[in-house]
């Protein structure tokens, strides 16, 4: 990966796990990493108490979902954060490796 591939996942993984530590209440917390030949891919899951997507990313001053997502877009890479009152979060970004030195 580039340099600043690897710095821009460094930076949504540290976020996420920033989200969890601020708001989640939660009692455990998994990052995951994967990679294959089309895409690197990290997972953040954690099992606080959630939250909703829609209503976190029109809120004013939550720029965390917000700069995660203009992060990963610079990179042509996709954000998808999954959450709901009660069973935890999961924040995944994957990001291809087309043309990304190894």
Known sequence: MSHEAEITLYR????????????????????????????????IHDNGRGFDVAAAQRAPGGMGLAGMRERAAMLGATLEVLSASGPG???TVTIPTRGVKA
Do not use: G, M, P
């Not at 996420?16 to 708001?23: A, F, L, P, T, W």
């Open 12 to 43: 949504i993984v540290q976020e996420s796990i920033n989200n969890v530590i601020k708001h989640a209440s939660a009692t455990e917390l998994a990052v995951t990493l994967e990679r294959d030949e089309r895409a690197v891919r990290a997972r």
């Open 89 to 91: 979060t999961t924040v």
